[in-house]
């Protein structure tokens, strides 16, 4: 584990450029000053935050991109905290899901692991998996281990285990929630590492599945003293303020920031490292002593093609799903009756358009506060390997979310105002082997004194996961860095 650094042992001077100015880019650079050494930011377009991006409609704030981040890691809410918004945190007011399955608006079961069940019971009462499901479910006390190898897909694992219905009407949602990706594709040791475990150590899924949660109770009783710790926390205003918050601070620690400034190219230097500018009076040069790399993957290919072909081979076979998001805002009279809950999630194998929907002014309380006569709710729109809608208008965009809302909710009403948020190559995808390429991107990468890469294609597509990204690279960065002398007797 990292471990923070102070400017204390670090030589003045020591040049770090952060290119990428989103949150991973951002924590990396607030971590490095921190460290004691001097920071450039480069961002390409005219906006920081990458996937977290604060806005308003009709005068309420909401988020247009991620809009909640996991508390039960501690780095997300640590940063907010280092950055003032400490007393701007909250957790959901109501985090009671629905599935829109099987024709009908059905209660999320409880007592699951990623979509993956417990408590049998549970299930069957949610009637979101049918009787035959429950059935091919049970088949799973006696059925010999299944072997997972070095990898294997979260599908595949689940089907061969419990059958396809728990997968498509339980675990695709829930993972494409995260990933906006397949389940049959999607890496088990790399999205769910606990499950993945499990696999390993039992022969039983769902007994893989009670160990975990008995060993989570345990940790609760352990801590039966204190207040429950939320499972995820927003900020008011938005979790897309965050970004901004920590710019401010890596400005006042004496960082340079500059946006719409893109990287032509990187060479090594008998010192260091030349990033070389494409700016709008031709190209000029930042001379650094290190670099963090923390933009997606086909930004960072490009830039390593050079001075690290292997890995930028690597970063060009990573994929992207693109999605859409759909804001709108209602008059609160025509639709609190019908909307409940934090929203639904819908099953692909459903064949529905949207994929999600939140009821934002349920979730968070500053989004109720900030206008009582209006509903601000959002839906999802798009997914790997089903992008075909993200070619529409924005126009029908919105007619399809409010064509799948009338039919799963009863939702009638037509918005006061709207807003598509389009997130085109948002979300890396992590397919089986994708632990194996970062290990091996990372061990070429870091064949190159001073440069290390961060981001959500490396630990993790989630808030904190992506800061954990930055500090580490932050620290292994300072740990190259030339010591300040000591101070002579």
């Known amino acids: 584990m990292s471990t923070a650094h102070t400017s204390t042992g670090r030589a003045p001077g020591s040049h770090v450029v952060v290119i990428g100015g989103g949150i991973s880019g951002l924590a990396a650079a607030h971590r490095l000053l921190g460290g004691g050494a001097r920071v450039t930011v480069l961002e390409a377009s005219g906006r920081l935050g990458g996937k977290l991006r604060a806005g308003g409609i009709a005068g309420v704030p909401v988020d247009l991109g991620a809009e909640s981040m996991l508390a039960r890691r501690p780095e997300a809410v640590e940063l907010a905290r280092a950055v003032g918004l400490g007393d701007r945190l909250q957790p959901p007011t109501t985090a009671t ?18 979509g993956v069940p417990g408590d049998l019971d549970l299930l069957a009462a949610s009637g979101v998996v049918s009787p035959e499901g429950m059935a091919r479910i049970s088949e799973d006390e006696t059925l ?92 008011d205003g938005g979790v897309g303020t965050l970004p901004g918050a920590v710019a401010d601070a890596v400005r006042a620690a004496g960082g340079t920031i500059r946006t719409g400034t893109p990287v032509r190219e990187l060479r090594r230097t008998a010192d260091g490292w030349r ?44 994929e992207y799903a693109s999605m859409a998001l759909v804001t709108m805002a209602f008059r609160r009279a025509d639709v ?28 968070w309380g500053w989004i109720a506060d900030a206008d009582p006569d209006l509903f601000v709710l959002r839906t999802s729109v798009g997914r790997y390997g089903d992008e075909a809608d993200l070619a529409r208008d924005d126009a029908d965009l919105v007619e399809l979310s409010l064509r799948d809302l009338g039919e799963a909710v009863g939702l009638a009403a037509r918005p006061v105002a709207q807003q598509v948020t389009r997130w085109d190559g948002g979300l890396p995808q992590y397919p089986v082997g994708h632990l194996d390429r970062v290990a091996r991107i990372r061990a070429e990468a870091g064949k190159l004194p001073g440069l290390r890469v961060c981001g959500a294609l490396y630990d993790g597509v989630g ?13 292994d960065i300072l740990d190259t860095l030339p010591q300040a002398a000591a101070p002579a007797e």
């Open 275 to 318: 990033v070389v500018l494409d700016g709008g009076d031709g190209p000029a040069a930042l001379d650094a002593d290190a670099v963090v790399l923390a933009t997606p993957a086909p930004a960072a290919a490009r830039l390593l093609a050079a001075e690290a072909p292997a890995a930028a081979t690597e970063l060009s076979a990573v």
């Open 97 to 114: 899901a629905a599935l829109w399955t099987r024709g009908a608006l059905r209660p999320m079961p409880k007592g699951h692991v990623m």
């Open 144 to 235: 010999e281990r299944t072997e997972v190898g070095a990898d294997v897909a979260v599908g595949a694992y689940v089907a061969a285990r419990l059958g396809r219905e728990v997968v498509d009407r339980l675990v695709e949602p829930l993972l494409g929630g995260v990933y906006a990706g397949d389940a049959y594709r999607i890496s088990m040791r790399a999205a769910v590492p606990q499950l993945f475990e499990a696999a390993r150590a039992e022969r039983s899924l769902i007994e893989g599945v009670r160990g975990i949660q008995a060993r989570t109770a345990a940790r609760a009783a352990a801590e039966s003293g204190q207040a429950p710790a939320p499972v995820f926390m927003g900020i």
């Open 463 to 475: 808030i904190p996961a992506c800061i954990a990204s930055a500090r580490t690279a932050a620290d």
């Open 336 to 363: 609190a009756a019908a909307l409940s809950g934090s929203g639904f999630l819908v099953p692909p194998v459903d064949g529905r358009k949207i994929k999600a929907s939140t009821f934002v002014s349920n979730k």
